[in-house]
Every structure is written in C-alpha cells, then in structure tokens.
C-alpha cells in the first residue's frame, strides 16, 4: 500500500478496483463483514534472491484490512499493558515486547493456516494471539497463574498453542530454527500438504545451527520457511556490528530469498503466500522482514544506550504498522476515523477486561511442581528442595 | 597455586588504588554482624570489574569477549568500562554465537593469549560445552602438556528471579565432572576478586560460575582483598562460620542461605560450621572431611538438580574417608528435581529455602520439629 505521504497528495494510486468508496454509508455499516476483492499496492517492492518477486498488488478485502487494524490494536495494547504489568512487578523475570511488530504476526496469519505451523523465540507474545491465542490466557501466563497457557510453569518466553500448530516460545538465540525444520520434515513425512514458518531476529541469523538445518532442509526439500525478523537490533548490538552480511535474505546463499517491508501487514501477506507456495513446490526459503521493535530488547534493556530517540519516534511516525492501516481505512473510506478510534477503545477494554480476570486467576497448585514431567511417568520418583521432606512419585 | 600474597604497595600499572577505592564505600554501620565499624565494603560486581581490570592491566594477552560485553557495558555491567579504558583490540563484542566465539576463544588460547570469555548466562554454554570440554579441558592432557589452555569461562550461573526453566540451570555438576576443567564458584566479593585473579592467571581453563542475584549484594573487603596482588588459592574451601555440631557445605548464594540458616539453628543451640567451598573443582575434601570428622554430622547443600550433583560427590567422599565419624546419614538439600517453573510459588518450592537447611541440620542432630 502507498505511504501516507503520497495519499495526501493524490488518491489516484489508491483507488482500489471497485468503487468500494463512492458507496452511501449505509452499506459502511456492514464493511467488517465485506470480503469483496480490493487490490492494494505495496509501497517498497520487494526484493529477491534467485526466485522472481510476487507481484507488488496485494488481493485483500474491507473485512481483512479492518481485521488486521483491530488485531494489531489487540496486540499493541497487550504489550504496552505487560510492560505496565511488569513495571508493577506483576510479571517477573524476562519480558520480551513485539509492539512495531505487529504487522507481521498479522500478515503471515492472513495467509496461512492454523494447519501450517508456526515456531519461533522468546518474543512470543503477539505470534501467540496471531494464532488465536486468548488475551486472558496470554496475562495469566505472563502473571505465573493457573490459567496460563502454559500453567504458568513456562512464563512469557515459553507460550505455547500446538492445536492451533504454534510450537512455541523458545529462550535460546537461533535454537528454534532447527525446531522448525524439524516440523517441516514432519509435515512433508506425514505428506501434508502444510508448512512451517520459523521465525527468528537478525542476532540469530548469524547462528551456526541456522545454516546446518537450512542445508538439510535444502537437500531433502523441505516446506520450511525461515522468517528474519530483522528489527535491526540484537539486544544491544546493531546489525552492521554482528553480520559481515546484514543481506539476511540472501544469506542461504543457494536457497532463495524474499526482502519483505515487515511493517506493511500487505506486503507480508504477500511474501507469506508465495513463500508457502514456493515451500510446498521447491523447499526451504528465506523470508527477510524489515521491521522494528520501540522496547529494548526486554524490560530490562531501556533501548536508548544503543539507538538514538529520533530514529525510534522516526520509525513510530513514518513507519507505524497500525497507523500505515488507519490510514489506508480511512483513505478508502473503509471506515472512519470515528468508527475507528471506537474500535480501539473497544480493545482496550477488551485488554483491560483480561488484564483483570488474568489478576484473579489463582497461581498454581504446589502439586504442579511435580506434573507434566513426563508422558509416561512409570513410577520415576521426583523431589522437592529437601528430598526427605517433599518426594513424590510421579504416576 | 597462589597463596595470599603478602601486603605490597600497589602497582600504578593502569587502575589505581584510588579509583578502586572509589568503588569502595566505608561502612559505619554494616548489616552483618561480623564486620566491623569503619570496614569497606564492595558490591560482587564491582569485585569482578576490578578484578578483570587489574589482570587486563597486568598482563597484555588479556582479553575479553562475549555478547554485549563491550559498547553495552555487560549485559550485567560486570565488563562496565573497560572497553574506553583498553579499547577495542582488548574487549570484543561477538555475535549471538557461542559456539563460534568459544571455539574462538580457545583457539586463541591455544596460541597463548588469555581470554577470559563471558557467557551471558551459563545456559548459554551449552551451545558451546564441546568447546569447553573437548577442545579446552582436555587438550593438556591429549598433547601431553604441549597445548594448555589458559582461558576464563565466567558468566552468571543458576537461579535468577522468574527466568524459566531455559534460564535457571546450575551447571557446577556439569562442568566440576570434567578433569582437565577448574570450577570456581564465588560467593562474596572477595571471593570474587581473589578467585576471577587466580582464575585469570591460571595455566589451565576455568569455568567461573558468578550468580545474578549476588551481584548486587554487598560485602565487607579487607585492604589486603583490595591490593592488586591479592589473588586466592584454587582447590581451598573457607570455613565462613566455625561450628561444632553440624557441617553445612555449600557454595555462591546458599552460602548466605547457609550462614542465615546457622544463625537460626544457634538460637536452637545447634552449632553449625558454614564451610563456603569457592572451589568445586578441585573439591577440597579435605577441609569438608576434617570438618566433618569434628562434627560428625553433614547437610550438603547446593541449588542445581540433586542427581549426580556436587552435594553427591561430597556425601561419597565423606562416606569413603570418614564414615566411622558420621553419626547421622548425610542430608542433601539441593533444587527440586524439576525444570524450574515460572510462577513464582512454584519456584520458591523448585530452590532451596533457609528452612529446608535449617531442617535438614536439626534432622542430623536428630532433634524434631
């Protein structure tokens, strides 16, 4: 879709093919449910290693694009509420935030499904809710309680959903790489016709275990799709600082690669589909999302020792995934600026409301110590800190 | 082995005593009962930074490298500094890859050169454990002493607070099993300077286990603790608190665990000796067996998973060398048997409290609740 700046100019680009905006307003009640076809263009092109870019229009519809504006609001409020929460110490230990990132948890969803699976690090929160996570679920897990969803017993970098096929909410740098090739070898195995996105940040993509599961997803052609979430930062060390080569989607060297706008939920739709296209037909591809986080790194990193304030409201106001959609809403009289601003008041409360039923979720039971060790426990004993004091056998 | 070396006046090789005394506050009143009025006192943080800047101003081959150790100041701030003080031929941020940097590193080691390497934690070692163990700990022995390995393997290890159980693993087992590896383990803060110097200046590699939660904490220093020469030995445990009735053996945090633990147990009229081990490996059995050969009584204790853990070592070697003396079976207190879990009742449950030590002491006396 075409930056802001050139809508204000002239809204000849942005005409989509119908004439969804000479419509009376009366048919603008019902657009959240109007899946007729509307052909957007994405501002950047996209740029390619050995394979032949998609085409730069996107098919969406009215329903999408406002799915995509409510979704991302979801996710932004979700984590500016965990970093409140976690200010208040309500949340403990590492807090990873995806606000910037939103568009792209929403992008890949609109293009895959939940059969496709996803995999990917600790920055977890949003791909948690992209695959039909709930909110309460999310607060509960980040506050250590019972209905976490993982229990509690995992915390915010390990958020798990396999139903919906996401594998995880992993700590280790670059480790769910090979995971997520490992799910492709299973669903090519298992002849499914499904993919895996395996997603993880530019501090990663330097990992050695990166470039031996890509060369055996390569040999045995496998649908694995590896997604760099290019946020220009690895915790604190800038991407000229760690890669001889930032080039991220070229750097499967023989396996082809896609430089994608990660902060334009279109153009990551696009990348997505033809990327699980390509898997299905050819094997393993690269994905490179240009994207940015406004947190540091975690709750613990202020984000300011390494970049500048300018360049983070810079990208906040030129760049803003949810901000490029309003205007595209509002430019294409999908909606107004009202029914927009009503909506995300809707999803604040929504947040709100979970924040609050996640707070009276009890923590887990101290016999949780001992479950989920296992599948099959056939009598192993466990023990507590004081081993005569608390022994269990698991049964 | 270094000794503690006599006082000296501090060489201006680089850091100077009074910026190190900078970093020093004087304690008119301290928080714990044995340090005297008027005493210095310094954060285990400050202990380990000055520590890696008198060796790296001593010695040209020292160097050091990891994530964020640099431009960021350390993840935890330990390396804070020193990349304007010696510039970037002397401090080397790396990419997220550890397996590359610490084959690096030993590699550099190979060649004479001292790196003193920083895992951000020591869950990250894993990525890297075949360089540590196969590459560094053994190379001595298998080039028959023609390649040593003088390297520093330090980082935070253990517990932290609510990290998960892919960020709270204690790896003193791991790594203290490996013969060819040095495994230290610092408690105070001069545990920290005496033990990182001896550990840089140390021919052979070392595995330097800190703990998040202490680096904050501070600790009285001596002056002697305080000179650059000061160095500690390697292989010798320190009797924090002499005691009569009972052994307690432990090391980093629970050491304070311990000492807290032995204070309620005196208000019992239990005697505890606090033995603070700082060397896991090599495990000095004989300060644990003499100890336990005047108490008769042992509670080993130590934070990581209790199968196969350092606390089994030291109960096998009491049982071997001094099982006529024990009038009680050995207790084992360590971290529950579990991944840890995040919640943070789950957690508390998942690490050893200072009642469980308390327990475990009162259980060897044979005294009930």
């Given at each position: 879709?075409?930056?802001?700046?050139?809508?204000?100019?002239?809204?000849?680009?942005?005409?989509?093919?119908?004439?969804?905006?000479?419509?009376?307003?009366?048919?603008?009640?019902?657009?959240?449910?109007?899946?007729?076809?509307?052909?957007?263009?994405?501002?950047?092109?996209?740029?390619?290693?050995?394979?032949?870019?998609?085409?730069?229009?996107?098919?969406?519809?009215?329903?999408?694009?406002?799915?995509?504006?409510?979704?991302?609001?979801?996710?932004?409020?979700?984590?500016?509420?965990?970093?409140?929460?976690?200010?208040?110490k309500?949340?403990r230990g590492?807090?990873?935030?995806?606000?910037?990132?939103?568009?792209?948890?929403?992008?890949?969803?609109?293009?895959?499904?939940?059969?496709?699976?996803?995999?990917?690090?600790?920055?977890?929160?949003?791909?948690?809710?992209?695959?039909?996570?709930?909110?309460?679920?999310?607060?509960?897990?980040?506050?250590?309680?019972?209905?976490?969803?993982?229990?509690?017993?995992?915390?915010?970098?390990?958020?798990?959903?396999?139903?919906?096929?996401?594998?995880?909410?992993?700590?280790?740098?670059?480790?769910?790489?090979?995971?997520?090739?490992?799910?492709?070898?299973?669903?090519?195995?298992?002849?499914?016709?499904?993919?895996?996105?395996?997603?993880?940040?530019?501090?990663?993509?330097?990992?050695?275990?990166?470039?031996?599961?890509?060369?055996?997803?390569?040999?045995?052609?496998?649908?694995?799709?590896?997604?760099?979430?290019?946020?220009?930062?690895?915790?604190?060390?800038?991407?000229?600082?760690?890669?001889?080569?930032?080039?991220?989607?070229?750097?499967?060297?023989?396996?082809?690669?896609?430089?994608?706008?990660?902060?334009?939920?279109?153009?990551?739709?696009?990348?997505?589909?033809?990327?699980?296209?390509?898997?299905?037909?050819?094997?393993?591809?690269?994905?490179?999302?240009?994207?940015?986080?406004?947190?540091?790194?975690?709750?613990?990193?202020?984000?300011?020792?390494?970049?500048?304030?300018?360049?983070?409201?810079?990208?906040?106001?030129?760049?803003?995934?949810?901000?490029?959609?309003?205007?595209?809403?509002?430019?294409?009289?999908?909606?107004?600026?009202?029914?927009?601003?009503?909506?995300?008041?809707?999803?604040?409360?929504?947040?709100?409301?979970?924040?609050?039923?996640?707070?009276?979720?009890?923590?887990?039971?101290p016999?949780?110590l001992?479950?989920?060790?296992?599948?099959?426990?056939?009598?192993?004993?466990?023990f507590g800190a004081d081993r005569k004091e608390l022994?269990?056998?698991?049964? | 082995?270094?000794?503690?070396?006599?006082?000296?006046?501090?060489?201006?090789?680089?850091?100077?005593?009074?910026?190190?005394?900078?970093?020093?506050r004087?304690s008119s009143v301290s928080a714990r009962s044995y340090a005297a009025a008027?005493s210095k006192e310094m954060t285990v943080r400050d202990a380990l930074?000055?520590?890696?800047?008198?060796?790296?101003?001593?010695?040209?081959?020292?160097?050091?490298?990891?994530?964020?150790?640099?431009?960021?100041?350390?993840?935890?701030?330990?390396?804070?500094?020193?990349?304007?003080?010696?510039?970037?031929?002397?401090?080397?941020?790396?990419?997220?890859?550890?397996?590359?940097?610490?084959?690096?590193?030993?590699?550099?080691?190979?060649?004479?050169?001292?790196?003193?390497?920083?895992?951000?934690?020591?869950?990250?070692?894993?990525?890297?454990?075949?360089?540590?163990?196969?590459?560094?700990?053994?190379?001595?022995?298998?080039?028959?002493?023609?390649?040593?390995?003088?390297?520093?393997?330090?980082?935070p290890n253990g517990a932290a607070a609510g990290v998960?159980?892919?960020?709270s693993?204690c790896?003193a087992a791991?790594?203290?099993?490996?013969?060819?590896?040095?495994?230290l383990a610092p408690y105070s803060a001069e545990d920290a300077r005496g033990l990182?110097?001896?550990?840089?200046?140390?021919?052979?590699?070392?595995?330097?286990l800190e703990n998040e939660l202490l680096y904050g904490e501070s600790f009285p220093i001596s002056?002697?603790a305080?000179?650059?020469?000061?160095?500690l030995?390697?292989?010798k445990a320190k009797i924090e608190r002499e005691g009569k009735d009972v052994t307690i053996t432990t090391f980093s945090k629970m050491v304070g665990f311990a000492l807290k633990a032995a204070e309620k147990l005196a208000e019992e009229g239990i005697s505890a000796e606090v033995i603070n081990l700082r060397s896991i490996?090599?495990l000095d059995?004989?300060t644990i067996?003499?100890s336990v050969?005047k108490t008769s009584r042992l509670v080993t204790v130590e934070e990581g998973f209790p199968?196969?853990g350092v606390c089994?070592?030291i109960c096998?070697?009491v049982?071997?060398?001094?099982?006529?003396?024990?009038?009680a079976p050995v207790e084992r207190i360590a971290g529950a048997d579990?991944?840890m879990p995040?919640?943070a009742n789950l957690e508390r449950l998942a690490l050893p409290q200072v009642e469980d030590i308390v327990r475990a002491a009162k259980r060897a006396c044979f005294r009930s609740k």
């Amino acid at each position: 879709m075409a930056l802001s700046r050139l809508s204000l100019r002239s809204n000849r680009f942005l005409r989509p093919s119908t004439t969804a905006a000479a419509l009376p307003s009366s048919i603008r009640r019902h657009v959240s449910t109007d899946t007729t076809p509307i052909t957007i263009e994405t501002a950047v092109p996209f740029e390619s290693h050995l394979c032949d870019a998609p085409s730069r229009s996107v098919e969406t519809s009215s329903a999408e694009i406002l799915s995509f504006f409510r979704d991302m609001a979801r996710m932004r409020r979700m984590e500016i509420a965990a970093d409140s929460l976690y200010k208040s110490k309500l949340i403990r230990g590492f807090c990873h935030l995806y606000d910037g990132q939103e568009a792209l948890a929403v992008g890949m969803e609109a293009a895959i499904t939940r059969k496709d699976a996803i995999i990917t690090s600790y920055r977890d929160h949003c791909t948690f809710l992209g695959r039909g996570g709930e909110l309460v679920d999310a607060f509960s897990e980040l506050m250590g309680r019972k209905r976490g969803c993982s229990n509690g017993k995992g915390g915010s970098m390990h958020f798990y959903k396999k139903d919906a096929c996401f594998y995880g909410g992993h700590g280790i740098v670059g480790a769910q790489i090979p995971l997520g090739c490992g799910l492709a070898f299973a669903q090519k195995y298992s002849k499914e016709e499904f993919v895996t996105f395996t997603l993880y940040g530019d501090g990663a993509a330097n990992q050695g275990q990166l470039f031996e599961a890509l060369n055996i997803a390569a040999l045995w052609d496998l649908p694995a799709i590896l997604v760099c979430e290019n946020n220009h930062y690895g915790m604190g060390t800038a991407t000229w600082r760690s890669a001889k080569s930032p080039a991220y989607f070229k750097r499967g060297d023989y396996v082809p690669g896609l430089k994608v706008d990660g902060m334009d939920a279109l153009a990551v739709k696009q990348a997505c589909k033809f990327a699980k296209e390509h898997a299905l037909k050819n094997g393993p591809i690269v994905l490179e999302m240009d994207t940015y986080r406004y947190h540091g790194h975690s709750m613990s990193d202020p984000g300011s020792t390494y970049r500048t304030r300018d360049e983070v409201s810079g990208v906040r106001q030129v760049r803003d995934p949810i901000e490029r959609v309003r205007k595209l809403l509002l430019s294409h009289d999908i909606a107004t600026e009202k029914e927009l601003k009503d909506m995300e008041k809707e999803v604040r409360k929504e947040v709100d409301d979970a924040v609050a039923q996640a707070k009276e979720s009890p923590v887990p039971e101290p016999s949780e110590l001992f479950t989920n060790m296992y599948v099959k426990d056939c009598g192993v004993e466990s023990f507590g800190a004081d081993r005569k004091e608390l022994k269990v056998t698991l049964t | 082995m270094w000794g503690i070396l006599g006082r000296r006046a501090v060489v201006n090789g680089g850091i100077s005593a009074s910026s190190l005394r900078s970093r020093v506050r004087s304690s008119s009143v301290s928080a714990r009962s044995y340090a005297a009025a008027g005493s210095k006192e310094m954060t285990v943080r400050d202990a380990l930074n000055s520590a890696i800047d008198e060796e790296m101003s001593a010695d040209p081959k020292v160097f050091v490298m990891g994530e964020e150790v640099g431009q960021y100041q350390g993840a935890y701030k330990i390396t804070k500094g020193l990349l304007e003080k010696y510039g970037p031929e002397r401090v080397y941020d790396t990419p997220i890859t550890e397996a590359g940097f610490t084959g690096i590193g030993v590699g550099a080691a190979y060649a004479g050169l001292k790196p003193v390497v920083e895992f951000m934690t020591f869950n990250f070692s894993m990525q890297a454990i075949d360089h540590i163990i196969n590459s560094a700990a053994k190379s001595n022995y298998m080039s028959a002493g023609q390649i040593n390995v003088p390297i520093v393997f330090r980082g935070p290890n253990g517990a932290a607070a609510g990290v998960g159980a892919q960020h709270s693993q204690c790896y003193a087992a791991w790594y203290a099993s490996v013969p060819g590896l040095k495994v230290l383990a610092p408690y105070s803060a001069e545990d920290a300077r005496g033990l990182l110097k001896a550990a840089i200046r140390d021919p052979d590699p070392v595995v330097f286990l800190e703990n998040e939660l202490l680096y904050g904490e501070s600790f009285p220093i001596s002056e002697e603790a305080l000179d650059s020469s000061f160095c500690l030995p390697i292989g010798k445990a320190k009797i924090e608190r002499e005691g009569k009735d009972v052994t307690i053996t432990t090391f980093s945090k629970m050491v304070g665990f311990a000492l807290k633990a032995a204070e309620k147990l005196a208000e019992e009229g239990i005697s505890a000796e606090v033995i603070n081990l700082r060397s896991i490996r090599p495990l000095d059995r004989a300060t644990i067996n003499a100890s336990v050969r005047k108490t008769s009584r042992l509670v080993t204790v130590e934070e990581g998973f209790p199968q196969h853990g350092v606390c089994a070592e030291i109960c096998a070697s009491v049982v071997e060398e001094s099982f006529s003396y024990l009038d009680a079976p050995v207790e084992r207190i360590a971290g529950a048997d579990v991944p840890m879990p995040y919640a943070a009742n789950l957690e508390r449950l998942a690490l050893p409290q200072v009642e469980d030590i308390v327990r475990a002491a009162k259980r060897a006396c044979f005294r009930s609740k």
